[in-house]
Protein backbone atom coordinates (compact mmCIF):
# COMPACT_ATOMS: atom_id res chain seq x y z
CA UNK A 1 0.00 0.00 0.00
CA UNK A 2 2.22 3.29 -1.20
CA UNK A 3 -0.72 5.05 -2.15
CA UNK A 4 -3.95 5.90 0.34
CA UNK A 5 -7.09 7.91 0.49
CA UNK A 6 -8.31 7.85 3.47
CA UNK A 7 -12.16 9.88 3.62
CA UNK A 8 -12.73 11.29 7.62
CA UNK A 9 -9.35 11.83 8.21
CA UNK A 10 -10.18 14.65 10.29
CA UNK A 11 -11.70 11.93 12.48
CA UNK A 12 -10.30 9.84 15.69
CA UNK A 13 -9.97 6.65 13.69
CA UNK A 14 -9.31 8.35 10.12
CA UNK A 15 -6.75 10.54 11.75
CA UNK A 16 -5.08 7.28 13.74
CA UNK A 17 -5.19 5.58 10.41
CA UNK A 18 -2.75 8.04 8.00
CA UNK A 19 -0.43 8.64 11.16
CA UNK A 20 0.10 4.67 11.12
CA UNK A 21 0.92 4.48 7.55
CA UNK A 22 2.95 7.04 7.45
CA UNK A 23 5.22 6.35 10.41
CA UNK A 24 5.19 2.66 9.62
CA UNK A 25 6.83 3.31 5.84
CA UNK A 26 8.43 5.98 4.32
CA UNK A 27 7.41 5.06 0.86
CA UNK A 28 3.38 6.07 2.00
CA UNK A 29 2.10 8.58 0.91
CA UNK A 30 -1.72 9.99 1.85
CA UNK A 31 -4.62 11.66 0.12
CA UNK A 32 -6.51 13.07 3.48
CA UNK A 33 -9.95 13.92 2.67
CA UNK A 34 -12.00 15.88 5.09
CA UNK A 35 -14.69 19.24 5.25
CA UNK A 36 -11.79 21.68 6.64
CA UNK A 37 -8.55 20.63 6.15
CA UNK A 38 -7.18 23.69 7.98
CA UNK A 39 -8.64 21.71 11.17
CA UNK A 40 -5.99 18.73 10.35
CA UNK A 41 -2.76 18.67 11.68
CA UNK A 42 0.20 16.64 11.03
CA UNK A 43 3.92 16.44 12.17
CA UNK A 44 5.97 18.15 9.93
CA UNK A 45 8.39 14.84 9.51
CA UNK A 46 5.25 13.56 7.39
CA UNK A 47 5.25 16.83 4.85
CA UNK A 48 5.40 16.27 1.62
CA UNK A 49 3.59 12.93 1.93
CA UNK A 50 0.30 13.85 2.84
CA UNK A 51 -2.21 15.92 0.81
CA UNK A 52 -5.57 17.13 2.44
CA UNK A 53 -8.50 17.61 -0.06
CA UNK A 54 -11.80 19.26 1.15
CA UNK A 55 -14.74 16.83 0.64
CA UNK A 56 -18.28 17.00 2.17
CA UNK A 57 -19.79 13.65 1.83
CA UNK A 58 -23.50 14.87 2.27
CA UNK A 59 -22.73 17.41 -0.79
CA UNK A 60 -22.93 15.56 -4.06
CA UNK A 61 -20.06 17.74 -5.69
CA UNK A 62 -18.07 17.54 -3.72
CA UNK A 63 -16.52 13.98 -4.98
CA UNK A 64 -16.09 14.70 -8.55
CA UNK A 65 -14.50 18.18 -7.46
CA UNK A 66 -12.31 15.94 -4.73
CA UNK A 67 -11.43 14.00 -8.01
CA UNK A 68 -10.14 16.84 -10.00
CA UNK A 69 -7.90 18.11 -7.46
CA UNK A 70 -6.63 14.89 -6.75
CA UNK A 71 -5.50 14.96 -10.57
CA UNK A 72 -3.56 17.85 -10.55
CA UNK A 73 -1.34 16.15 -8.02
CA UNK A 74 -1.76 12.17 -8.70
CA UNK A 75 -1.77 10.75 -11.92
CA UNK A 76 -4.54 7.85 -12.82
CA UNK A 77 -1.98 6.23 -14.05
CA UNK A 78 -0.23 6.28 -10.59
CA UNK A 79 -3.37 4.89 -9.00
CA UNK A 80 -4.39 4.43 -5.57
CA UNK A 81 -3.59 0.97 -3.67
CA UNK A 82 -6.21 1.76 -0.94
CA UNK A 83 -9.63 3.44 -0.62
CA UNK A 84 -10.40 3.75 2.80
CA UNK A 85 -14.05 5.78 4.05
CA UNK A 86 -13.71 6.60 7.73
CA UNK A 87 -16.40 9.12 7.42
CA UNK A 88 -19.37 8.72 9.34
CA UNK A 89 -21.78 10.01 11.40
CA UNK A 90 -23.69 9.24 14.76
CA UNK A 91 -25.21 12.12 16.60
CA UNK A 92 -24.76 15.85 15.90
CA UNK A 93 -26.81 18.75 15.41
CA UNK A 94 -29.97 17.70 15.25
CA UNK A 95 -29.39 14.42 15.68
CA UNK A 96 -29.03 11.67 18.41
CA UNK A 97 -29.62 7.85 18.08
CA UNK A 98 -33.32 6.81 18.02
CA UNK A 99 -34.52 4.81 21.67
CA UNK A 100 -38.13 4.40 19.92
CA UNK A 101 -40.23 5.06 17.17
CA UNK A 102 -40.95 8.73 17.98
CA UNK A 103 -37.77 9.40 17.73
CA UNK A 104 -37.25 9.38 14.41
CA UNK A 105 -36.85 12.31 11.93
CA UNK A 106 -36.57 12.14 8.19
CA UNK A 107 -33.87 15.17 8.02
CA UNK A 108 -32.00 13.13 10.62
CA UNK A 109 -32.33 10.11 8.65
CA UNK A 110 -31.44 11.18 5.29
CA UNK A 111 -28.49 13.23 6.78
CA UNK A 112 -27.12 9.57 7.91
CA UNK A 113 -27.61 7.91 4.96
CA UNK A 114 -25.42 10.95 3.12
CA UNK A 115 -22.56 10.56 5.42
CA UNK A 116 -22.53 6.86 5.67
CA UNK A 117 -23.54 5.20 3.08
CA UNK A 118 -23.77 7.34 -0.07
CA UNK A 119 -21.00 9.52 0.06
CA UNK A 120 -19.08 6.07 -0.29
CA UNK A 121 -20.44 4.89 -3.41
CA UNK A 122 -19.91 8.44 -4.78
CA UNK A 123 -16.42 8.80 -3.67
CA UNK A 124 -15.96 5.47 -5.48
CA UNK A 125 -17.17 6.54 -8.03
CA UNK A 126 -14.89 9.31 -8.40
CA UNK A 127 -12.37 8.05 -7.47
CA UNK A 128 -12.33 4.97 -10.32
CA UNK A 129 -10.10 6.00 -12.63
CA UNK A 130 -7.33 5.87 -9.97
CA UNK A 131 -8.37 2.01 -9.96
CA UNK A 132 -7.52 0.93 -13.04
CA UNK A 133 -4.06 0.02 -12.32
CA UNK A 134 -2.80 -3.96 -12.42
CA UNK A 135 -1.49 -4.28 -8.67
CA UNK A 136 -4.13 -5.30 -6.06
CA UNK A 137 -6.22 -2.81 -4.57
CA UNK A 138 -7.94 -2.64 -1.17
CA UNK A 139 -11.38 -0.63 -0.59
CA UNK A 140 -12.38 -0.41 2.89
CA UNK A 141 -15.52 0.85 4.01
CA UNK A 142 -15.32 1.68 8.08
CA UNK A 143 -18.62 0.14 8.73
CA UNK A 144 -20.29 -0.92 12.32
CA UNK A 145 -21.21 -4.32 13.88
CA UNK A 146 -24.79 -2.70 14.27
CA UNK A 147 -25.09 -2.67 10.47
CA UNK A 148 -25.41 -6.24 10.92
CA UNK A 149 -29.44 -6.90 10.13
CA UNK A 150 -28.24 -10.73 11.31
CA UNK A 151 -27.18 -9.22 14.48
CA UNK A 152 -29.45 -6.92 15.56
CA UNK A 153 -30.71 -8.41 18.73
CA UNK A 154 -31.16 -4.94 20.27
CA UNK A 155 -33.23 -2.35 18.17
CA UNK A 156 -32.80 1.61 18.17
CA UNK A 157 -30.04 3.19 16.63
CA UNK A 158 -32.37 3.81 13.58
CA UNK A 159 -30.73 5.78 11.29
CA UNK A 160 -27.23 4.94 11.85
CA UNK A 161 -28.05 0.82 11.79
CA UNK A 162 -29.94 1.23 8.83
CA UNK A 163 -27.00 3.68 6.71
CA UNK A 164 -24.71 1.27 7.68
CA UNK A 165 -26.74 -1.44 6.39
CA UNK A 166 -26.64 0.46 3.53
CA UNK A 167 -23.22 1.14 3.23
CA UNK A 168 -22.78 -3.05 3.74
CA UNK A 169 -25.00 -3.57 0.84
CA UNK A 170 -23.36 -0.85 -1.43
CA UNK A 171 -19.61 -2.43 -0.41
CA UNK A 172 -21.64 -6.00 -1.27
CA UNK A 173 -22.83 -4.62 -4.77
CA UNK A 174 -19.63 -2.92 -5.80
CA UNK A 175 -17.51 -6.39 -4.65
CA UNK A 176 -19.32 -7.64 -7.41
CA UNK A 177 -19.18 -5.19 -10.32
CA UNK A 178 -15.75 -3.75 -9.56
CA UNK A 179 -14.14 -6.20 -10.25
CA UNK A 180 -15.35 -7.12 -13.60
CA UNK A 181 -13.07 -3.44 -14.80
CA UNK A 182 -10.63 -2.72 -11.93
CA UNK A 183 -9.15 -6.30 -10.74
CA UNK A 184 -7.22 -7.31 -9.06
CA UNK A 185 -9.09 -5.94 -5.69
CA UNK A 186 -11.40 -6.45 -2.58
CA UNK A 187 -13.64 -4.49 -1.37
CA UNK A 188 -14.93 -4.89 1.96
CA UNK A 189 -16.78 -3.61 5.23
CA UNK A 190 -14.61 -3.29 8.18
CA UNK A 191 -16.44 -3.51 12.07
CA UNK A 192 -13.44 -0.89 13.75
CA UNK A 193 -14.06 -2.29 16.82
CA UNK A 194 -15.52 0.40 19.94
CA UNK A 195 -13.15 3.24 19.77
CA UNK A 196 -12.93 6.05 22.46
CA UNK A 197 -13.31 8.96 19.70
CA UNK A 198 -16.18 11.99 19.77
CA UNK A 199 -18.62 9.87 17.71
CA UNK A 200 -18.14 7.43 21.13
CA UNK A 201 -18.34 10.08 23.40
CA UNK A 202 -21.59 10.78 24.31
CA UNK A 203 -21.83 6.74 24.68
CA UNK A 204 -19.10 6.36 27.30
CA UNK A 205 -21.33 5.22 30.38
CA UNK A 206 -23.05 2.71 28.23
CA UNK A 207 -19.73 1.18 26.72
CA UNK A 208 -18.27 0.98 30.19
CA UNK A 209 -18.80 -3.38 29.66
CA UNK A 210 -17.30 -3.12 26.13
CA UNK A 211 -13.56 -3.32 25.15
CA UNK A 212 -13.62 0.25 24.07
CA UNK A 213 -10.15 0.49 21.76
CA UNK A 214 -8.02 3.57 21.81
CA UNK A 215 -7.80 5.35 17.91
CA UNK A 216 -3.81 3.95 17.27
CA UNK A 217 -5.14 0.36 18.75
CA UNK A 218 -7.68 0.49 16.01
CA UNK A 219 -5.96 2.02 13.53
CA UNK A 220 -3.50 -1.08 13.71
CA UNK A 221 -6.03 -3.34 14.05
CA UNK A 222 -8.09 -2.17 10.58
CA UNK A 223 -4.74 -2.04 8.71
CA UNK A 224 -3.77 -4.97 9.71
CA UNK A 225 -7.07 -6.42 8.59
CA UNK A 226 -6.31 -4.76 5.05
CA UNK A 227 -3.26 -5.46 4.90
CA UNK A 228 -3.96 -9.83 4.75
CA UNK A 229 -6.57 -9.06 2.25
CA UNK A 230 -7.42 -10.75 -0.44
CA UNK A 231 -8.89 -11.45 -3.50
CA UNK A 232 -10.80 -14.28 -1.70
CA UNK A 233 -12.07 -11.61 1.07
CA UNK A 234 -13.28 -9.65 -1.50
CA UNK A 235 -17.64 -8.49 -0.63
CA UNK A 236 -16.87 -9.83 3.12
CA UNK A 237 -17.93 -7.90 6.33
CA UNK A 238 -14.80 -8.02 8.87
CA UNK A 239 -13.99 -7.52 12.12
CA UNK A 240 -11.33 -5.62 13.51
CA UNK A 241 -9.69 -9.12 14.60
CA UNK A 242 -10.53 -10.34 10.96
CA UNK A 243 -13.52 -12.45 12.15
CA UNK A 244 -16.38 -12.56 9.91
CA UNK A 245 -19.56 -10.49 10.51
CA UNK A 246 -23.18 -11.90 9.41
CA UNK A 247 -24.62 -9.65 6.89
N1 LIG B 1 -15.84 5.04 17.44
C1 LIG B 1 -16.49 3.88 17.46
O1 LIG B 1 -16.68 3.27 18.54
C2 LIG B 1 -17.01 3.29 16.17
C3 LIG B 1 -17.63 2.03 16.22
C4 LIG B 1 -18.13 1.48 15.04
C5 LIG B 1 -17.96 2.17 13.84
N2 LIG B 1 -17.33 3.38 13.83
C6 LIG B 1 -17.19 4.07 12.53
O2 LIG B 1 -15.87 4.51 12.37
C7 LIG B 1 -15.84 5.65 11.48
C8 LIG B 1 -14.97 6.72 12.09
O3 LIG B 1 -15.56 7.16 13.31
P1 LIG B 1 -14.74 7.84 14.49
O4 LIG B 1 -14.98 7.02 15.70
O5 LIG B 1 -13.34 8.13 14.05
O6 LIG B 1 -15.58 9.18 14.69
P2 LIG B 1 -15.17 10.72 14.57
O7 LIG B 1 -13.89 10.98 15.26
O8 LIG B 1 -16.38 11.45 14.99
O9 LIG B 1 -14.93 10.89 12.99
C9 LIG B 1 -15.99 11.01 12.09
C10 LIG B 1 -15.44 11.45 10.76
O10 LIG B 1 -16.54 11.57 9.85
C11 LIG B 1 -16.44 12.84 9.23
N3 LIG B 1 -17.69 13.39 8.77
C12 LIG B 1 -18.84 13.60 9.45
N4 LIG B 1 -19.73 14.22 8.66
C13 LIG B 1 -19.11 14.42 7.45
C14 LIG B 1 -19.51 15.00 6.24
N5 LIG B 1 -20.71 15.57 6.05
N6 LIG B 1 -18.61 15.01 5.21
C15 LIG B 1 -17.37 14.47 5.35
N7 LIG B 1 -16.94 13.91 6.49
C16 LIG B 1 -17.82 13.89 7.52
C17 LIG B 1 -15.85 13.74 10.31
O11 LIG B 1 -15.35 14.91 9.70
P3 LIG B 1 -15.45 16.36 10.38
O12 LIG B 1 -14.18 16.49 11.14
O13 LIG B 1 -15.55 17.28 9.23
O14 LIG B 1 -16.67 16.36 11.27
C18 LIG B 1 -14.76 12.82 10.82
O15 LIG B 1 -13.65 12.83 9.97
C19 LIG B 1 -17.32 6.05 11.30
O16 LIG B 1 -17.78 5.55 10.07
C20 LIG B 1 -18.03 5.33 12.44
O17 LIG B 1 -19.37 5.05 12.12
C21 LIG B 1 -16.84 3.95 14.96
Excluded at 53 to 75: F, Q, R, T
Excluded at 96 to 122: C, S
Amino acid sequence: MKQVLIAGISGAIGHALAVRLLEQDPGVSVVGLCRDPSAVAFSEDYSGRILLVPWNAADSCSAPAAAEKLKAVLSVETGLDAVIYAAGILHGPGMAPEKRLEDLDAQAIAHAFAVNATGFAMLIQAMSPWLRHRRFKRIVAVSARVGSITDNGFGGWYAYRSSKAALNMLVRNLSIELPRKYRPLACVAVHPGTTLSPLSKPFTRSLAQLRVHQPEETAANILSVAERLTEDDNGTFLSWDGSVIPW
